[in-house]
C-alpha cells in the first residue's frame, strides 16, 4: 500500500442499504480506533450498488451522502450499475438486466416492473417511469463512476484484468464483466488486484488478486478488506 494510506475495499453492495450502513459503521469505528497515527483512510467501493435486493435506491442515497463527509472515497462501475444506465438508454434491450435483478432495482423507485414478454413499447415506457422516479443525483453518480483505481501495489476494478493486456489498454467489458482467465491467471503483474463480481465465502488472497464478494443480497454478509501496509484485514457483517 502507498505510504501513509489505508484503504478499504468494499465488495458488492447489491441493494442491500441495511447491510451497508452496518458495514460502514465498522469501517468508520475502525477509522476513529486509529485517528492519531497519522494515516489517510480511503474507502474504495469496487462495484454493484443496484439490483438483486430491495434497496438500491437506499443504498445509492447513502453513498452520495458519504462522497461529502471528511474520509476519501472512491466509486468504481460494476456490471449491474452498468446495466441499470444500459435500460435507460436502450430500454428495448432490458430484458436481460430485468431477469438479472433489475425488477427489484424498479421496486425500490416506486416503478412498476413490466411484465416478462415485454415488448419495446411497454419497456420503454418503464425506462421513462424510471427516468422521472430517479433524482438527477443518482443518475449523475451512476454516469461518474471510475473503471479502476490505483493506490500502490494495488489496482481496484470491478471485475478483474485481461492477462496479457496492460491496465491502461484494458476493454470496460473486462474490467466489468471478466472471470475466466482472469481468476485462475498466474501472471505476474507490478500490483495485486482487489476485486468484486465472482462471489466467495469469506474472502479469496493469494499474490495476484483478492476477491472481496460474499455475496450481500443472498447470504448477508458484505465485506471490505482492509490494506493497511503489509497488513489485509476482512471487515463483515
Sequence with gaps: MAAGRRVYAVGDVHGRADLLGVLLGQIHEDIARS?????????????????????????????????DGPVEVHFLKGKHDAALLGFLERPAKGRAWLRK??????????????????GARELGRTADALRAA???????????????VRFGDYVFVHAGLKPGVELDAQRERDLLNIREPFLSSRERRAFVVVHGNTPVE???????????????????????????GASVRLLST
Excluded at 454493484?48 to 437506499?58: F, I
Excluded at 435483478?101 to 415485454?118: D, N
Excluded at 488478486?209 to 458484505?222: E, K, Q, S
Design 35 to 67: 485517528a492519531e497515527d497519522g494515516v489517510t483512510p480511503t474507502i474504495v467501493f469496487l462495484g454493484d450498488y443496484v439490483d438483486c435486493g430491495l434497496q438500491s435506491r437506499a443504498c445509492i442515497d447513502r453513498l452520495i451522502a458519504l462522497a
Design 101 to 118: 435483478g433489475g425488477r427489484e432495482t424498479l421496486f425500490s423507485y416506486g416503478v412498476a416492473a413490466p411484465s416478462m414478454l415485454a
Design 134 to 148: 430517479m433524482p438527477r443525483s443518482h443518475l449523475a453518480f451512476l454516469r461518474a463512476l471510475k473503471l479502476h
Design 202 to 228: 469469506r474472502f479469496h488472497r493469494d499474490q495476484h488478486r483478492i476477491g472481496v464478494d460474499t455475496g450481500a443480497y443472498a447470504t448477508g454478509r458484505l465485506s471490505a478488506v482492509c490494506l493497511d
